[in-house]
């Protein structure tokens, strides 16, 4: 289990690539002086028979703290996810703007995901979401692509890198360069 505590004003930008070695990962961040902030990327990227357990718990205490927390996930093969995601704002956390959002892409009829996003809201003052989608390769993108002379190997990679695209841009290079030579078939 990883315990992080953000202080005041302090901002935090937390990078998480898995690619298969982990079974599970368990985060604790908690937002602790006021004007603290947390950005949680999560990008997740399973082949073969890999299994993840993903769980983020992040706990709103001081005014005006901010979380954002974006989970991709590409599935190949029988890889499978299963994410269970809380923000919590406490009472007295006035202010707070928080985030969650888990988007799981996947690639083969045997992968499998699952993506539980929660709020738990004990202020008023607050602005706060979630959402969560858990789907395969849009058919009509795929069509659209083939049609235009692409094969559909390429038409799949293309897709793929431009749903993992937004979440790349804010790796650090090494980690795009260990997802291109594990999953992307450049």
């Given at each position: 289990?990883?315990?992080?505590?953000?202080?005041?004003?302090?901002?935090?930008?937390?990078?998480?690539?898995?690619?298969?070695?982990?079974?599970?990962?368990?985060?604790?961040?908690?937002?602790?002086?006021?004007?603290?902030?947390?950005?949680?990327?999560?990008?997740?990227?399973?082949?073969?028979?890999?299994?993840l357990k993903l769980k983020i718990t992040v706990t709103h205490r001081a005014e005006n703290t901010t979380s954002n927390v974006i989970i991709k996930s590409?599935?190949?093969?029988?890889?499978?996810?299963?994410?269970?995601?809380?923000?919590?704002?406490?009472?007295?956390?006035?202010?707070?703007?928080?985030?969650?959002?888990?988007?799981?892409?996947?690639?083969?009829?045997?992968?499998?995901?699952?993506?539980?996003?929660?709020?738990?809201?004990?202020?008023?003052?607050?602005?706060?979401?979630?959402?969560?989608?858990?789907?395969?390769?849009?058919?009509?993108?795929?069509?659209?692509?083939?049609?235009?002379?692409?094969?559909?190997?390429?038409?799949?990679?293309?897709?793929?890198?431009?749903?993992?695209?937004?979440?790349?841009?804010?790796?650090?290079?090494?980690?795009?360069?260990?997802?291109?030579?594990?999953?992307?078939?450049?």
């Open positions: 289990m990883n315990e992080i505590i953000v202080k005041e004003n302090e901002q935090l930008v937390l990078p998480v690539l898995w690619t298969g070695e982990e079974t599970e990962l368990v985060y604790t961040i908690l937002l602790q002086g006021k004007g603290a902030s947390v950005t949680f990327l999560g990008l997740l990227l399973g082949n073969e028979n890999q299994g590409a599935l190949a093969d029988a890889s499978s996810v299963f994410f269970d995601g809380l923000i919590k704002i406490e009472k007295g956390a006035k202010g707070t703007s928080a985030w969650l959002g888990a988007h799981l892409l996947l690639l083969s009829e045997k992968s499998r995901g699952i993506a539980v996003p929660n709020l738990e809201i004990l202020e008023n003052d607050i602005k706060a979401g979630h959402a969560a989608t858990v789907g395969r390769i849009n058919d009509l993108e795929l069509f659209y692509l083939m049609s235009r002379g692409l094969p559909e190997g390429k038409a799949k990679e293309l897709i793929v890198e431009g749903f993992l695209e937004s979440m790349l841009k804010e790796f650090p290079k090494e980690m795009n360069d260990k997802v291109a030579q594990k999953f992307l078939k450049n």
